[in-house]
């Protein structure tokens, strides 16, 4: 079955970017309708969604990250992947990678096991 | 953005009792050309991805056990565990998939009294 797997730096510094990889395992990325998200959760607190990207290269943000956040795909490695600029100690979090099926529901079944990432000097 | 708001923020319920949490919308979700509910409950332990266990508002996701059921329409929801095991310690999030962006509820940490 299709698994997900989240790879990137742990420890970023302020001002700098955040650049983290989902590797796409037991299937393709191009297949059928899904749609591949970044989702993220600071310490204690709940979860939010980034964006999401299409494996045709379409994408949407969330409005509050947009000015910062890209998702990227690359279907020969079936990797997509998420650039954050100008980060702060406010982007530390648990970063997921996850699936949802346009065709079945828009709801996320399928996650990665989280990075987690750390803004510090 | 749909604001989605959970009740309560925590809960504790005794084991083999009923646990039931609820879930708002700050606007239907409930998509008039389906008439199905774009509303999913996952279940988030430390350590773990979130799991779903419910979406279209009922419907339970394959492998999960039937004591998960989900209840509600257009605005109001509920998530509802009908007699609580040890294994169901976790975070519980509501999620609306009817409009862009995805929102999530701010979760209800469920505890074993």
């Known amino acids: 079955q299709v698994q997900l797997q989240e790879s990137g730096p742990g420890l970023v510094k302020p001002s700098q970017t955040l650049s983290l990889t989902c590797t796409v395992s037991?299937?393709?990325?191009?297949?059928?309708?899904?749609?591949w998200s970044w989702i993220r959760q600071p310490a204690g607190k709940g979860l939010e969604w980034i964006g999401r990207?299409?494996?045709?290269?379409?994408?949407n943000y969330n409005p509050s990250l947009q000015s910062r956040a890209t998702i990227s795909v690359d279907t020969s490695k079936n990797q997509f992947s998420l650039k954050l600029t100008s980060v702060t100690a406010a982007d530390t979090a648990v970063y997921y990678c996850?699936?949802?099926?346009?065709?079945?529901?828009?709801?996320?079944?399928?996650w990665g096991r989280g990075a987690l990432v750390t803004v510090s000097s | 953005d749909i604001v989605m708001t959970q009740s309560p923020e925590s809960l504790a319920v005794s084991l083999g009792e009923r646990a039931t949490i609820n879930c708002k919308s700050s606007?239907?979700?409930?998509?008039?050309?389906?008439?199905?509910?774009?509303l999913a409950w996952y279940q988030h332990k430390p350590g773990q991805p979130p799991k779903v266990l419910i979406y279209w508002a009922s419907t339970r996701e394959s492998g999960v056990p039937d004591r998960f059921s989900g209840s509600g329409s257009g605005t109001d929801f509920t998530l509802t565990i009908s007699s609580l095991q040890a294994e169901d310690v976790a975070v519980y999030y509501c999620?609306?998939?009817?409009?862009?962006?995805?929102?999530f509820g701010q979760g209800t940490k469920l505890e074993i009294k």
């Open positions: 996850a699936r949802y099926s346009s065709s079945s529901g828009r709801y996320f079944d399928i």
């Open positions: 606007q239907s979700v409930l998509y008039s050309s389906d008439n199905r509910n774009y």
């Open positions: 999620q609306q998939y009817y409009s862009s962006p995805h929102t």
């Open positions: 990207i299409y494996a045709g290269g379409n994408t």
């Open positions: 037991g299937g393709s990325l191009s297949s059928g309708s899904a749609y």
